[in-house]
């Protein structure tokens, strides 16, 4: 019973980092329908960054914000610079501009930084808390995530630019009407995507260790986490993502091992896909003609 | 005195297929104009033209300024708001939020507030489903709400695009009295796009008839309507 409190308390910190990149999903989601397949890249790119400073002798919280402005930064460059052209482009083209942002930062990162595993600090203590259930890390990770996401909601839900935001998002003719600057919109969706993908790669990296492929697998469990929930639906995201990490924790141990850990995240996207497309909370599209 | 609205030989296409050949049409302030004509005549066309909507040619002035060749954005900040055609809500946002969005560009946030009870004044029905999901509101209630939105800018000129469409014979007259009365009361000027001829004239100072993208006929409203064309092609007696 232990363990398994254990493993499900573990679950969970894990989760709240794949609900975090599932959410930065969600959000480039709404805007462009398609999922960015480099949005683990770009986590892991601000986590090395991160790393950068802290080993240079920044402290771990201003190593930490000056991090998240990164990210944001990256993210609102890659849009205009990047995205942008390819706006009105074919799917297939557009996906493609994905896969290269993907291949490129894992390569440039490998190139600047080397392929070598490093060890990334955590800024919670070493001693776990709650008698043996959790470590300090986990628990702040899940703090971490959790404020992170109120933000956010708070942001969405109570501000004018939130609003304009998700406006933007969803009818972008409509938003342009009542005079909403779509692009800077779309724009700083990106940024706000990146810069939550770059706290989920500093609260990851801890436990995964750093290197450019790191975030590989947590990005396929976000992806996994997106669509249980619904990839249109932000709060799904979230749930999805606690689920997906409790789901991985508790049948890695005790069901089917930790070497297949991964399946269950592939097992999951296909079950999706082939049984609830729209996921749990998503809505059913249907087209009109 | 300088017309409000000034449109010079504008044209218009979408792609490779040109909708307007060089439209030309004036308005002054304070006043209803309507543009008439048949499905294709280049009507909603027109309007999307205003707005920078669709890719035009031509020369546009808003009271005095050029706006042709600037941004959609641009144009609502100088007081231009535009319901569209199919009511453009946003179908996931609440009616409050809708409304909100209207009133985006303006910064004055207790007015805002205060328009927000001036809209529900017009349309109490808006107020009963303020927290409601836009899309899930019936077809009158979005097209009240889309008039509503755009009444949100404080707007100098309104474009309104078949307001009429796919609502129910009472809510149109509903919805054009609630029209001539901000007209009249908040010296709104309106440009009306309609099908409903009858209905347009009624409301309208002015009209002009559009065919196949050219101005082919204008002058007061009483007087297109008295047009024996205009009776049997339009107003059908």
């Known amino acids: 019973m232990d363990a398994f409190l254990h493993q499900v308390l573990a679950g969970l910190a894990t989760g709240g980092i794949y609900a975090s990149l599932a959410l930065a999903l969600v959000m480039i989601y709404q805007s462009t329908h398609l999922v960015n397949f480099a949005q683990g890249e770009m986590a892991m790119f601000a986590t090395y ?62 190139w600047i930084f080397s392929y070598t595993i490093k060890t990334f600090p955590s800024p919670f203590p070493a001693e776990p808390i709650f008698g043996k259930y959790m470590s300090a890390h986990e628990a702040g990770a899940i703090g971490v995530t959790l404020v992170v996401l109120t933000l956010l909601y708070l942001f969405f839900r109570y501000t004018p630019l939130g609003l304009a935001m998700r406006a933007a998002a969803q009818n972008p003719d409509s938003a342009r009407l009542v005079g909403i600057r779509v692009g800077w919109m779309l724009a700083l969706g990106w940024g706000l995507a990146a810069a939550i993908g770059g706290i989920a790669g500093m609260m990851v990296a801890p436990i995964v260790y750093l290197d450019p492929n790191m975030m590989g697998g947590i990005l396929l469990y976000a992806f996994a986490a997106a669509l249980v929930g619904g990839i249109d639906s932000p709060g799904g995201a979230v749930l999805g993502g606690f689920m997906v990490g409790v789901l991985e924790n508790v049948l890695g141990a005790f069901v089917i091992g930790n070497e297949l850990k991964l399946v269950v995240a592939l097992v999951l996207i296909i079950g999706v896909l082939t049984v609830k497309p729209s996921g749990f909370f998503g809505k059913v599209f249907v087209t009109r003609v | 005195m300088a017309a409000l609205l000034e449109v010079a030989d504008m044209h218009a296409a979408y792609g490779p297929t040109r909708v307007l050949h060089g439209i ?64 453009g809500t946003f179908v996931n946002l609440t009616t409050e939020e809708n409304l909100r969005l209207g009133a985006y560009v303006r910064k004055d946030r207790g007015g805002i507030d205060a ?52 609502l129910a ?8 009295g609630i029209l001539r009365t901000v007209n009249q009361k908040e010296k709104v000027s309106m440009l009306v796009v309609e099908q409903n001829a009858a209905m347009a004239l009624d409301l309208a100072d002015h009209a002009y008839l559009i065919e196949t993208g050219r101005v082919v006929l204008s002058g007061t409203a009483a007087d297109i309507k008295r047009d024996d064309n205009v009776r049997r092609s339009y107003l059908g007696y």
């Open chain 2, 24 to 87: 030309s049409f004036s308005m002054q302030e304070g006043t209803i104009t309507t543009l008439l004509g048949a499905n294709g005549a280049g009507k909603t066309t027109t309007l999307r033209a205003l707005c920078a909507m669709v890719k035009t040619r031509g020369e546009i002035r808003f009271a005095g300024q050029r706006i042709d060749g600037r941004a959609t954005e641009d144009i609502v900040r100088l007081g231009v708001a535009h319901v569209p055609d199919g009511r």
């Open chain 1, 49 to 110: 960054f991160a790393w950068s400073l802290i080993n240079a002798g920044v402290p771990y919280w201003p190593a930490f914000f000056l991090t998240v402005i990164f990210a944001f930064v990256l993210g609102v460059v890659i849009e205009r610079v990047v995205i942008r052209p390819v706006e009105n482009a074919p799917v297939l083209a557009v996906v493609v501009v994905f896969i290269a942002l993907l291949v490129i930062l894992n390569s440039v990162t490998g």
């Open chain 2, 115 to 166: 328009d927000l009870e001036r809209v529900f004044g017009y349309f109490p029905r808006l107020k009963e489903r303020r927290a409601q999901q836009a899309g899930t509101l019936s077809g009158g209630e979005q097209q009240m709400l889309a008039v509503s939105r755009a009444l949100m800018l404080r707007p100098r000129l309104m474009l309104l695009d078949e307001p009429s469409f796919g």
């Open chain 2, 169 to 176: 014979p009472l809510i149109v007259k509903e919805l054009f």
